[in-house]
């Protein structure tokens, strides 16, 4: 019988192939990509695991299948819920602000289109994270305060410096310079680093290394060091006037 039809191949399968065709299904549907911090962070964010669950499909339609505002009807192929469940929940997510209804341009359409705005919930969400991390800043801090009690006011003293909260990276470098010289003397480094505008911990990590390479142990011993310094680099100075003022007088020598 002549088929006058498309061709088309259909693949037959051996006996046991089922999963390698599901595996290679699994790869051709392609995946969406949440990021961890929602996961993790979604219930400080006060949405519930059915307002998430929501969230993740309207996710997955945005990006998979170009749907910007899906229908009811969309939503309950895709949700264990209906209409009524998913209405409430989006309802919810307009009213505390993790979505809103935004105009988008169609390229393909050329069109103004109405789609859900997932910005709102990426701005809670990096407030919730900053909230976490000064949290997670102070606990650590409070740890090492208990373990090394030469740094307590350190600290402290730092971020009225800097005016900011100190990062965990921070505070362990902190914790780092008072092993090897005094607390005194990191205070010492902060006041020069800030006397020259420096505010920043790699200016200040260098006038430690400096101080530690020369032995220098107490703010005495750095005010020493700092007067040797400019002597020296007077005495060069005057050198140099020295050097210049035979030349000139030899130049008008030959000039005259």
Same mark, same amino acid.
């Given at each position: 019988m002549e088929n006058t039809g498309q061709a088309r191949t259909v693949k037959k399968y051996k006996?046991?192939?089922?999963?390698?065709?599901?595996?290679?299904? $699994?790869?051709?549907?392609? =995946?969406?990509?949440?990021?961890?911090? @929602? $996961?993790? $962070?979604? !219930?400080?964010?006060?949405?519930?695991?059915?307002?998430?669950? &929501?969230?993740?499909?309207?996710?997955?339609? *945005?990006?998979?299948? !170009?749907? =910007?505002?899906?229908?009811?009807?969309?939503?309950?192929?895709? #949700?264990?819920?209906? /209409?009524?469940?998913?209405?409430?929940?989006?309802?919810?997510? $307009?009213q505390k602000e993790m979505l809103r209804i935004t105009d988008y341009?169609?390229?393909?359409?050329?069109?103004? %289109?109405?789609?859900?705005? =997932? /910005?709102? @919930? =990426?701005?809670? @969400?990096? /407030?919730?994270?900053?909230?976490? *991390?000064?949290?997670?800043?102070? *606990? %650590?801090? !409070? #740890?090492?305060e208990k373990e090394h009690g030469t740094a307590v006011n350190l600290y402290s003293i730092f971020e009225n410096e800097f005016g900011r909260?100190?990062?965990?990276?921070?505070?362990?470098?902190?914790?780092?310079?008072?092993?090897? &010289?005094?607390?005194?003397?990191?205070?010492?480094?902060?006041? !020069?680093a800030v006397m020259m505008g420096k505010h920043n911990f790699k200016y200040i990590d260098s006038i430690l290394l400096e101080w530690e390479k020369n032995n220098l142990r107490n703010p005495g011993d750095v005010e020493e060091y700092d007067k040797r310094f400019k002597n020296r680099h007077s005495n060069v100075k005057q050198g140099g006037r020295g050097k210049d003022n035979k030349k000139s007088m030899i130049q008008s020598l030959y000039m005259s």
């Open positions: 006996k046991g192939n089922i999963t390698a065709a599901f595996g290679t299904d $699994l790869f051709i549907q392609g =995946f969406t990509s949440i990021p961890n911090l @929602l $996961l993790k $962070l979604y !219930k400080h964010m006060g949405i519930s695991d059915t307002e998430m669950i &929501l969230v993740i499909q309207l996710l997955r339609l *945005r990006t998979e299948e !170009k749907k =910007f505002l899906p229908s009811l009807k969309e939503l309950c192929m895709v #949700m264990p819920k209906n /209409e009524e469940q998913i209405t409430n929940d989006l309802e919810s997510l $307009l341009y169609d390229d393909e359409s050329d069109l103004v %289109i109405k789609g859900y705005d =997932f /910005e709102p @919930l =990426f701005e809670k @969400l990096s /407030e919730i994270w900053a909230c976490v *991390r000064v949290r997670e800043n102070e *606990r %650590i801090r !409070k #740890m090492l909260p100190l990062s965990p990276m921070e505070v362990e470098q902190i914790n780092l310079w008072s092993t090897k &010289l005094s607390s005194n003397m990191v205070l010492e480094a902060l006041r !020069k």
